[in-house]
């Protein structure tokens, strides 16, 4: 294809090596031929490269969004794709997605590449009899492995399901790097806020939360995060971040951002708190943010897209962005992730459906994504980076194997 034909794509295809390789291998191997994918996700244009990756490899790609962050250039360029079904518009509504969601699982899956859950959740609890025939699914976020595990724990998955989040090739660079940059990007667009000498509260901090604060600190920003887990608590204080509960922490903050993928971090009453001019924001999950404790506590005016301003009866306004969706995928312009770490996400997603399409020895649960797979994505990042690296010498590797020599101090 010439770059015009990628379309809205054009930019993400060149940024994004291993996807294009993987491409042109599966034109070749075409590892998902004579099978049907279901991909479920927020449909950007990194997403929208997966999707034609798949394609090409043979599947016959049944598409749905999510609501807010389906971009209409995507659709329609999907719409010309052969093998590929996208949902019937970018503006469904969140019931309409869930009936297009209903509507692909009705259409039979063999394979299932997930966000949230949404479809590995939907097809158990209302297509058993499908979920039967499912070889196997990836997912991608944290929201959705915490679905996920409790499902495994109580033996409800039907097929094997592939952790793509907790793979190192996704957390270490999707989550800590990718998050806190296409974030604060989104945040500085959306506001007038100035990052350094602010003072940013981040509740949560795995692996988002800790990128976040430590970007937001190395913009000059002042750190402040909230936890509820001691020994997290503790790696913020020793990173050199202020630790407090919400509570206590709201009131200093210039900046509020929620990175917990938990539900309402901040509610009703940390309202009373909040300083004049605060801007609240999340790159967790929808839920984090309790909007209506707003809406009852505030009147609200929405001037600029993406923000709503809140104004309390004595006068203080605060700043919600995206009405508490994560901003950087909802945001006017957000298209989520930076390409660098898409390529590498998506790179997984694709490998990790090709093996289960291939067929894998595993009974139905959650598993780790294959180390060869992960350690292979590496590899071939640092390849298209240029990068070359040490390996271990045959000497280094005896050593360590041989454990009965001693005389090495
Ligand atoms: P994680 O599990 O590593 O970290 C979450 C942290 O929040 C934990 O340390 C936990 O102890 C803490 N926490 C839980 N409840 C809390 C509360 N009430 N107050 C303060 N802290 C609390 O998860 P990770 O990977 O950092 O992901 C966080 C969220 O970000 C998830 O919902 C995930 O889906 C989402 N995410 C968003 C992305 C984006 O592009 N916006 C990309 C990747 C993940």
Redesign the pocket.
């Known amino acids: 294809m010439s770059t015009t034909e990628w379309g809205p794509l054009a930019a993400v295809h060149e940024r994004s090596p291993l996807l294009r390789a993987t491409r042109d291998r599966y034109a070749e191997t075409t590892p998902f031929a004579g099978l049907t994918v279901g991909v479920s996700a927020p449909l950007t244009p990194h997403t929208g490269l997966f999707v034609d990756v798949l394609a090409t490899g043979g599947a016959d790609v049944l598409v749905t969004g999510e609501a807010g962050s389906t971009d209409p250039a995507v659709v329609e360029w999907l719409r010309d794709r052969s093998g590929v079904t996208p949902p019937a518009s970018a503006g469904l509504s969140a019931s309409e997605l869930t009936d297009t969601r209903r509507e692909l699982l009705e259409a039979g899956l063999d394979l299932i590449a997930d966000d ?1 859950a949404h479809l590995v959740s939907l097809l158990h609890d209302e297509f058993p009899d499908a979920a039967a025939a499912v070889r196997g699914a990836c997912e ?7 679905r996920l595990q409790a499902m495994a724990e109580r033996d409800r998955l039907a097929f094997p399901v592939y952790d793509i ?1 907790g793979a190192p090739m996704k ?1 270490q660079f ?3 790097h ?2 806190a940059e ?2 604060l990007t989104a945040i500085a667009e959306l506001t007038d806020i100035m990052f350094a000498g602010s003072v940013a509260v981040v ?9 976040l604060a430590r970007k937001l600190r190395s913009l000059g920003a002042r750190t402040i ?5 001691p020994r ?1 608590a503790l790696e913020a204080l020793a990173d050199g971040h202020d630790v407090r509960p ?1 509570s206590q922490a709201v009131g200093d903050a210039d900046l509020v951002i ?8 901040l509610r009703a009453e940390h309202l009373d708190e909040l300083a004049d001019g605060t801007v609240i924001a ?4 929808a839920i ?1 943010i309790d909007d209506e404790a707003l809406a009852d506590a505030a009147t609200v005016e929405r001037r600029d897209s993406g923000v709503a301003r809140y104004t309390f009866t004595d006068g203080r306004t605060v700043s919600l962005l995206t009405d508490g969706r ?4 909802a945001a006017p312009d957000g298209t ?2 930076p390409s660098a770490v898409m390529d590498t996400t998506f790179a997984l997603m694709s490998r990790g459906l090709a093996a289960l399409a291939e067929g894998v020895d595993h009974s139905p649960g959650l598993y780790d994504v294959p180390d060869r797979i992960d350690r292979a994505v590496a590899t071939e990042k640092l390849a298209a980076m240029g990068v070359e690296i040490d390996e271990v010498s045959p000497e280094q590797r005896a050593y360590h194997e041989e454990w009965q020599t001693h005389d090495a101090g």
């Open positions: 949230g991608q976020t944290t929201g959705g492995i915490t989040n957390r999707d989550n800590v990718g998050t296409s974030s509740a949560g901090y795995g692996r988002c939360g800790r990128g995060v909230t936890e509820v887990d997290k919400m929620t990175a917990t993928g938990r539900y309402r971090v999340s790159i967790g999950s984090e994560v901003v950087n995928l989520g992730n």
